[in-house]
């Protein structure tokens, strides 16, 4: 079993930055591809990020690319999400999440076998 514990969320002033991290146990962290996602009440999870087994291919949503990167340290087992230029709209509870079933540009929640438990994070206008 797959354990996801995500860090690093708070809360930031519009145009700052903040980075998150995912430190994944339990698994063999370079065989998982993994995402972050994020979710505000009553509305469905979104699809920030998401980065290959190796590192070596990332994918964005269009709302924070050119301001969020997405990185995974291997032998860390960590994944990190660093967050800049941000906006009201970036508020959410921030989730990683792991896929051993694909090995890369994984969209969707139902192609991720495992989740952590979530970060808030809030932007200040």
């Known amino acids: 079993q797959v354990q996801l514990v995500e860090s690093g969320g708070g809360l930031v002033q519009a145009g700052g930055s903040l980075r998150l991290s995912c430190a994944a146990s339990?698994?063999?962290?370079?065989?998982?591809?993994m995402g972050w996602f994020r979710q505000n009440p009553g509305k469905e999870r979104e699809f920030v990020a998401c980065?290959?087994?190796?590192?070596?291919?990332?994918n964005y949503a269009g709302s924070v690319k050119g301001r969020f990167t997405i990185s995974r340290d291997n032998f860390k087992n960590t994944v990190y999400l660093q967050m800049n230029k941000m906006n009201a709209e970036d508020t959410a509870a921030y989730y990683c999440?792991?896929?051993?079933?694909?090995?890369?540009?994984?969209?969707?929640?139902?192609?991720?076998?495992?989740w952590g438990q979530g970060t808030q994070v809030t932007v200040s206008s």
């Open positions: 339990g698994g063999t962290f370079s065989s998982y591809a």
């Open positions: 980065i290959s087994r190796s590192g070596g291919s990332t």
């Open positions: 999440a792991a896929s051993i079933r694909y090995s890369g540009g994984i969209y969707y929640t139902y192609e991720y076998d495992y």
